[in-house]
């Protein structure tokens, strides 16, 4: 059975990991993602992340059903549905960008990936352009990749600001001012740095390290109650 495989429907998804039976290996499935389907989120490129038999960026699934408005999108992105944390793109491992929500028409396409054969690492990169359009973003891709010998993985994030370009800058990077990159954990979690978080449960610990741009920084916040931690 192959470690990873590409999922080709109307919601694409893409599954890796570094073995089939150690109960410790490290598993990454992420979903380019149609955010117009049934029961979908606000959630391009959406990813959970498992490693050490434990999973450390997690989805929050489903709420209760019946909740008022739980189903209702005859209003696009002003839908009751996405008042809710777990369906908005706050609730999601996505990047935001200006506190607005990935756009309810949105849809991911996978540009490339290494998923056969692979001796050292596997990696997606997907196109999530039509989920940032309300965030003036003219392009929008994420990367993962998953290397197979430590676990570790490389999530990468590349855009294009819509005043960048009337710039005529080239670096898909630019917009760095009101990007946030966010990832739901159960984790405790401790930061070390404006570049550096250290992450546990129970026993186990992982070190989530930001390689760029370099002022960013991490916030740990709390889902409930919305303090910073």
């Known amino acids: 059975m192959p470690l990873a495989r590409k999922f080709d429907s109307s919601a694409p998804f893409v599954s890796m990991r570094s073995s089939w039976i150690d109960p410790l290996a490290a598993f990454v499935g992420v979903m380019a993602g149609c955010n117009a389907s049934h029961h979908s989120h606000l959630g391009l490129g959406n990813f959970v992340y498992d490693w050490g038999g434990v999973r450390w960026a997690s989805l929050l699934g489903p709420d209760n059903y019946d909740l008022p408005g739980y189903f209702d999108v005859e209003q696009g992105n002003e839908s009751p549905r996405w008042r809710y944390y777990r369906n908005n793109s706050q609730g999601q491992n996505v990047m935001m960008f200006a506190g607005l929500d990935q756009d309810y028409q949105g849809r991911g396409v ?56 009337n710039h005529r800058s080239k670096d898909l990077s630019s917009a760095q001012s009101n990007g946030a990159w966010q990832v739901n954990t159960p984790a405790h979690i401790e930061i070390l740095g404006r570049g550096q978080a250290f992450l546990s449960i129970g026993d186990k610990k992982l070190t989530v390290s930001l390689l760029s741009p370099a002022d960013a920084y991490f916030l740990g916040t709390d889902c409930d109650t919305g303090a910073a931690k």
């Open 110 to 165: 996978v540009l490339e990936s290494q998923l056969a054969n692979a001796k050292n690492a596997n990696f997606v990169i997907m196109d999530l352009s039509s989920g940032y359009r309300s965030s003036h973003l003219l392009e929008m891709q994420r990367g993962l990749c998953l290397f197979k010998k430590s676990g570790a993985l490389l999530v990468q994030d590349e855009y294009l600001e819509e005043e960048a370009m």
